[in-house]
């Protein structure tokens, strides 16, 4: 079992950055794969970026790639999602989300079996 909880969503202006947090509960962190998805109002859920169980591997959907890199330190149960040069349309609440197939990057939602609450990202224009 694994228990994740997001933090670090905010409103920014369009061009800043911020930085989400996936703190995860359980031993077993290092064995998982984690990846970040968002949802914007009345849109849906939509895959942003992924990191295999040792960080050697991530994907990223191509509306991010060059602004968002994500990051995990097994040490400390934490995968981070650095986003630079937002803008308006990545305003939405961010999910993390892990699976145990550990070198697993993919964007199917249904692949990932424990989800977190969400932080919400706002941007602005």
């Known amino acids: 079992q694994v228990q994740l909880v997001e933090s670090g969503g905010g409103l920014v202006q369009a061009g800043a950055s911020l930085t989400l947090y996936c703190a995860a509960s359980?031993?077993?962190?290092?064995?998982?794969?984690v990846a970040w998805f968002r949802q914007a109002p009345g849109k849906e859920r939509e895959f942003v970026a992924a990191?295999?169980?040792?960080?050697?591997?991530?994907y990223y959907v191509d509306s991010v790639k060059g602004r968002f890199t994500i990051s995990r330190d097994n040490a400390k149960n934490t995968v981070y999602l650095q986003m630079n040069s937002l803008k308006p349309e990545d305003t939405a609440v961010y999910y993390c989300?892990?699976?145990?197939?550990?070198?697993?990057?993919?964007?199917?939602?249904?692949?990932?079996?424990?989800w977190g609450q969400g932080t919400q990202v706002t941007v602005s224009s």
């Open positions: 359980g031993r077993t962190f290092s064995s998982v794969a």
């Open positions: 989300a892990a699976t145990y197939y550990s070198d697993y990057v993919g964007g199917k939602d249904s692949m990932y079996d424990y």
């Open positions: 990191i295999s169980w040792s960080g050697r591997n991530t």
